[in-house]
């Protein structure tokens, strides 16, 4: 597994395949199954991909073509989907501890009783929730 940090001038693939997206920013967030090509996160993965994607692109970090790529790379990686709705009322009761994006994931990652992988040191600090975290640190 690679791990991506903002700022840097890593891009998010090898050779024309894009790794997982939910690492590349401290909001996005994913969890680890056994498997290791199986992914699950919240619905907002995809959308903060994509913005990431458009600031590679728009820094001229990555060319057109590569973020062309990308973007169609992530938008064909086999992760499964979480809306909202279902998760509102555990994102509600963290609200005093963590952002609502963050909530999301926490509430996902405790239902599935899966590791949050995150870049977000400070998010796996926090108290009150169940999930087990997994970063650059403790990987």
Known sequence: ?????????????????????????????????????RAS???????????????????????????????????QLDIELFGFEAFAPRVWELRNSVTSYDAWCVAVAESLAL?????DERLARVRGVSCEFRTPRNS
């Open 1 to 37: 597994m690679k791990w991506f940090r903002r700022g840097t001038k890593k891009t998010p693939w090898r050779n024309g395949k894009i790794y997982f997206v939910a690492f590349l920013t401290e909001t996005a967030c994913t969890f680890l199954h056994r498997d290791p090509v």
């Open 41 to 75: 996160s919240p619905e907002l993965v995809s959308v903060e991909a994509t913005n990431i994607l458009r600031r590679l692109e728009r820094a001229k970090q990555i060319s057109t073509p590569e973020a062309n790529a990308a973007h169609d790379d992530l938008m």
């Open 115 to 119: 590791p949050l992988a995150t870049l």
